[in-house]
């Protein structure tokens, strides 16, 4: 799959998002080794802090699933900024696949692209647990 491909499939789920507070609906598609695409969207809660973003909602998908091989995800938003992961879904994903390219999109459609070891440096992972 192309990389545009897949950020059409995040920009599809963003219209799943459930964002009544912010507003801000954000889509992923999370591709795993092989070609296996699994979608998610933010779900927000009256109570703000059990929001979850659609990123590990992607990767909860993934990992539920049996697939914990991440290549590469992109996210998608519409408005003027790339479409970021937060520091919460750089850890979550960083546990499975530190090296996975990660595609952030924004409203026009144009995106940069990161590993994202890159994006989470010195990362906390599995290693210091040894
Ligand atoms: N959000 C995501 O879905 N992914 C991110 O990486 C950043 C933030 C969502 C959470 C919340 O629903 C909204 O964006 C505003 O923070």
Not at 46 to 63: D, H, L, M, N, W
């Amino acid at each position: 799959m192309t990389d545009r491909e897949l950020i059409n499939l995040a920009f599809e789920a963003s219209r799943k998002a459930y964002a009544p507070y912010s507003g801000y609906r954000v889509g992923a598609a999370l591709e795993c080794e092989g070609g296996a695409v699994f979608l998610g969207c933010n779900v927000e809660n009256a109570s703000y802090g059990a929001t979850v973003c659609a990123e590990r909602v992607a990767a909860a998908k993934a990992v539920s699933e049996g697939r914990r091989d991440f290549a590469r995800i992109a996210v998608a938003a519409s408005g003027d900024d790339y479409a970021m992961p937060c520091g919460v879904c750089r850890q979550f994903l960083y546990e499975f696949a530190p090296d996975m390219e990660v595609l952030a999109a924004r409203g026009d459609g144009r995106y940069v692209s990161y590993r994202l070891r890159e994006l989470l440096p010195k990362a906390f992972s599995p290693e210091n647990l040894k």
